[in-house]
């Protein structure tokens, strides 16, 4: 098929923004961005708007999203104890694809062009992980299938496998996508202490027969180093090297808490972070150190974590929260850049995963968002760039492309009925509120003559 020319007001290219281009796409990558000149038949005009990169999430469980709203004011044990263990369980495989669409859905229209979706509910095989695929598909966004890989004994038993069988069904759903343009499997045991060390190894040596990188969350807690010191004589990341899965092709998610020589020897492996600044908040785990990490080396990106986590599915929004969070850690207002703070959400994010995506240049995926720049949120016009990162409305995202392909059109998706993913997932959730740990907001007010009062 010929190239098709977008042609924005504004283009955010390696060297800056610039005026008067066209970005032309075909075969889903980048054709080349030059000199918009004379308009051509087939140009898609974006006047008034902004063509940036899409943004990259780095870690993300979609099916989660299906559990908003009810462990928000828990800590991480009370979380996963009293909701995620309990309510995943009521989640069959056609709740578990509504609630991959229905986080796909949002991030689509907040500008996230990949998905990285740490998926561990299997039943003993990959059809779960599979309707998580065919859900990416049906919305449109970039998926990258972390494949967990799960055998603590404390877990629930859908989320389990032996090492053998999770490596053997990780190397067949690779297998399966291998050619899909728009979808990449990886292994991801889950944590320390979630993951026996046969497990992390099993995972590791996927990756390397593979070759692809391996995801792992560690010390996203303080609880977590407490453990992993108790049963196996090393915190996290000590751990992962003794064991020899600490590398290049690792991502690591979280990292709150690590001491100095972990920095170290995290730059020296060459290791990567998903950084997931507002989950940390949100549980109150703690604040990664994310400028030591950068001057170690360490390479990273920024996840959301899940929709019950956070609760929102913005990469824009996390680039804000990360300057933030490292100003007020150091107490000061440069620590981070809104350039940095960009760069982490669209290249760096990309780069971990082995993603040729998150800038705008010829030969790149074809991964892009137009942001209206009448938007009040844009103004006053005098740094686009800073008021991207840290003012900029998600309602102000308009159009996005994945390989290529638009799948939101001024504001709404365009593959699939908004209206009916999220009929899906009120059919999926009806009795959820009313079993909540502790209730539901709403049920604890009451009305007395007149007046509301809480109970």
Do not use: K
């Not at 709203?69 to 995620?84: A, P």
């Not at 055998?151 to 038993?157: I, K, M, V």
């Not at 170690?296 to 019950?308: F, I, K, N, P, T």
């Not at 007020?328 to 990309?350: I, Y």
Request: charged share 20%.
């Amino acid at each position: 098929m010929p190239a098709v020319r977008l042609v924005p007001e504004l283009v955010l290219t390696p060297v800056g923004w610039q005026r008067d281009l066209a970005v032309a796409i075909a075969d889903g990558r980048i054709e080349s961005v030059r000199a918009a000149a004379s308009p051509r038949p087939g140009d898609v005009p974006l006047p008034g708007r902004a063509l940036l990169p899409g943004t990259v999430n780095t870690h993300c469980h979609a099916f989660q999203s299906l559990l908003r709203g009810l462990g928000d004011d828990l800590d991480f044990m009370g979380w996963r104890d009293r909701v995620l263990y309990p309510f995943s369980a009521r989640l069959d495989r056609a709740a578990l694809r509504t609630g991959a669409a229905f986080a796909f859905a949002e991030m689509l229209l907040q500008g996230v062009t990949t998905c990285v979706d740490f998926f561990y509910i299997h039943d003993g095989g990959n059809e779960n992980a599979e309707a998580v695929i065919e859900a990416a598909r049906a919305v449109g966004i970039r998926l990258v299938l972390a494949r967990g890989m799960y055998d603590w004994e404390g877990a629930p038993g859908r989320f389990r496998e032996t090492p053998a069988e999770a490596a053997r069904r990780t190397r067949e759903l690779v297998a399966r996508h291998r050619a899909d343009a728009t979808v990449t499997v990886q292994p991801a045991p889950h944590s320390p202490h979630g993951a026996s060390p046969a497990m992390l190894r099993a995972g590791f040596e996927v990756a390397e027969a593979e070759n692809t990188v391996f995801h792992v969350h560690v010390a996203e807690g303080r609880y977590e180093g407490e453990r992993t010191l108790r049963e196996h004589g090393a915190t996290p990341v000590r751990h992962l090297d003794r064991l020899g899965v600490l590398g290049p092709r690792t991502v690591a998610v979280h990292c709150v808490w690590l001491d100095d020589a972990e920095i170290r020897l995290m730059g020296e492996r060459r290791a990567a972070v998903a950084y997931c600044p507002s989950s940390n908040m949100f549980l109150g785990d703690g604040i990664t150190r994310l400028p030591e990490l950068l001057r170690a080396g360490v390479r990273v990106g920024l996840g959301s974590d899940g929709g019950c986590t956070n609760n929102r599915l913005s990469v824009f929004e996390e680039m804000r929260m990360a300057s933030l969070l490292a100003r007020v850690r150091l107490l000061d207002g440069a620590a981070l850049d809104a350039a940095t703070a960009f760069s982490l959400g669209t290249a760096s994010g990309a780069s971990i995963l082995g993603l040729d995506a998150g800038h705008i240049a010829a030969g790149a995926l074809a991964d892009l968002v137009a942001v209206d720049l009448g938007h009040p949120s844009l103004h006053p016009p005098t740094d686009l760039l800073r008021s991207v990162v840290y003012a900029m409305s998600p309602q102000a995202v308009t159009d996005v492309w994945v390989h290529g392909g638009r799948v939101v059109e001024r504001g709404r998706l365009a593959r699939t009925s908004l209206d009916d993913i999220l009929a899906a997932v009120r059919a999926a959730t009806r009795d959820f509120a009313h079993e909540a740990p502790g209730g539901s907001i709403a049920s604890r007010f009451e009305t007395r003559g007149g007046a509301t009062a809480l109970e």
